[in-house]
Structure formats: structure tokens, C-alpha cells
């Protein structure tokens, strides 16, 4: 089990620590995007109540929930778990952890990048404004692909700079087909509610298998974590990271796209992969997939926005024509993509009649990664429901 971190107390926090914190900068960071948001208040269990009320320049910090649009009532152990960047609203939302006792859940939620740039000082993103430079000072080419011969200080950069790099032409055809027909493998074996598969439902009510988490089991797949090319982009990074235990749940996992998808983790909003909670032990973390399809917008393809890893940006549907662009990695099979888990990225519903999106996924992690409540996943939360499906975040939210 993790060491006991010190306990936060509610009402000081408010009284002393957050107005030092606001005022030190992170109150104009909160408030810098201008989105109009209204107010939100943290009602704790059997406790007191302080609401966050936006204005042009700042957040203010009253006592009492009257004022909220939206109050949230949690415990003090899931709060200071928002402070500490272990907890976050569609975890706790999954996890039942809260109770919205006025307004919208799903406000909550949106509350998110204000949270953790008044709590922590992270920036809230702007995908309109930010800017991104190459090593020779040019404005940063975000669509830029690269081999594994490429010049390896321009590989780092990108991946530091975009938080994403997309690698071509890594595996040969014979290996991708041996990884399908491993991958079909393991598809064929997989049943609802075995924890080992994520599902969703298509528009015809028939349940679709997602993913499978339990690749590792495998040693083809296992085995990816010492392959050379791969470790070699991996240590690109700045940070020392190691791989996740193979044979464990999500050691390894291998995703499936589908067509026509209505409920599940299928296609997925604008997220980070930190976002059932776990940031501050987790991240940063690199995510690996090893393409065994085109990632076509056809075959459903996965979008990031460039240079979002080190801020925050909320949540937004993939399909939302007033959400960002964001840049699409154009993978075909045998390519390798990375990304920080913190990078926000989408996966939207695939435009064509198919083949589909598939790929292995990897994760290299901190080498001192301990879940903070000593359990063994952040995204086990997701898998609560004994048929293996995942519900949509709103209709868990409006549960809440
Ligand atoms: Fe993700």
C-alpha cells in the first residue's frame, strides 16, 4: 500500500492554502480561457460547503453552496484526491463517489481544467492560441511522420513539443499478420463480464467486443516490450520509463474498432488516458500501438491535439463540430504511434464500410507507479457492470 499522504483539511484548505494559491497565479490561470462557465460548489459528506464562483479575471472562494449552479457532495478522502491530482470527476462518477445534490453532473465535469489549474497551477489548453516550435525555431510541422532511422534528437523534440510521434514502417507484413492472428485469437475467447474485454452495444442492441486487456498473456505479445525497436523510441523520451507487467490486466491489450457504435468505449471523446484518475502516480506515461490496420478516418482513426499534454482541456464529444480539429495520425499497418497519456485525443466513429482500426497497445510507466488506494488499474472502475459494459459518461453521470 502506498505511505498515508497527510490529511487536508476542508475548511483551512479554503481559508488559507487555495486563496495563497490563486493569488500566487493559478487563480488567473483558472480563469484565463474566458469560457463562460458558471459556478460550482463541493459539499462534503456530513461537512461544510465552499462554492467557486468565476468572474472575468478570477475565481472567488465563498463559503457556502446557496450560490452554486451545481453542488457536488463527496467525501474529504475523494476531494483531497481531486487536490492531489489522484481523483477526477468521470472517475468518481463511474466509482458512484459523488452525489450531485443541484445542477448538472455533467458540469462538474467540465469543471475539470478550472479544478486543476486552481489546485495545481495547470493550465487550462487552448488549442486556438497555442504555438509550437521546431528545434531550428520554425513554427512545428504537427502532421510530421518519421522512420525508425530518423534523426533521433528530432524524434525527441516532436514527442516532447506535439506529445505524440508517429513512426512508420516498423513491423513487416509478416508480423502484423502473426499479431492478427493472435489478436483474432484472443477475440475468439473473450466473453462478457470476464474483466479481461471491454464491450459496447452497435445500433442493432448486437454486444461488441473492444478490446482485449489481456494480451500478455501471450508471450508474441508479451514479448513487444523487449523488442528492440520499440524500447529504443521509448527511450526517446526525457523521462525514465519502464513497462507495465505484460502478463497483467491491460499489460498488454489489443483494440478493435467498430462501425456503428451506440454505447461503450468504442469511440471515444476527447480524453487523457489519466482521466478515470491517477495523474500525480501515473503520469507521465507513454502509450504505444503497434497499428495492424490503417487508421484511416474510413477505418476510424485517432486524433490528438498537439502540445495539450502539459495543460488541461475538457471534455468534449469526438463528434462535436464545435470541438477541435486536432491532427490525425495518419497510421497504416506496421507503423508505431506514441503518445503521453496526458496528450488529449479522440477517437472518433470510423466514416467507411471497413476494415477497421485495429492495434496492440503498450504502456511504459514511472518505475515508482503505486495506485494511491493500492488497487491494481485507475480504469478498473470502468468495469463494474457484469455483461463488460461500459455506459456512456453522461448517462453514468446522470445516475449521480
Ligand atoms: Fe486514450
Redesign the pocket.
Known sequence: MPARLETLDFDEFHREELPRRLAAGHGALAAADGARIGSLAFRLTGGGAYSYIPQADRIDIVSGDEQAQTVVELDSESWQGIVRELETPPGLIYARRVKCLRGDPMHFVRWEPRLRAMYNGRPVFNPETVELQARDGSSLDVHQTFALASEPEEMAHFLRTAGYLLVKNVFTPEEIASFREHGEGLRDSARQGDKKSWWGRNTRGDAVLCRVTNAGSRPIFRDLYQDPRLTRLVRLCDEKLTPREADGVEGVTVLFKNPDMSEGLSD?PW???CGMGGHAVMCPVI?LSIYLAAASRQAGELRMLPGSWKGSYGFVEATDTSGPEGVALAAEAGDVSLHY?DVM?AAPPPEGPGPYRASVLLNFRPPDFLHHRGEDNYNDVLLQRSDGQVEHLSKAASRT
Open positions: 471515444l480524453h487523457r488516458d502509450n497519456g485525443h
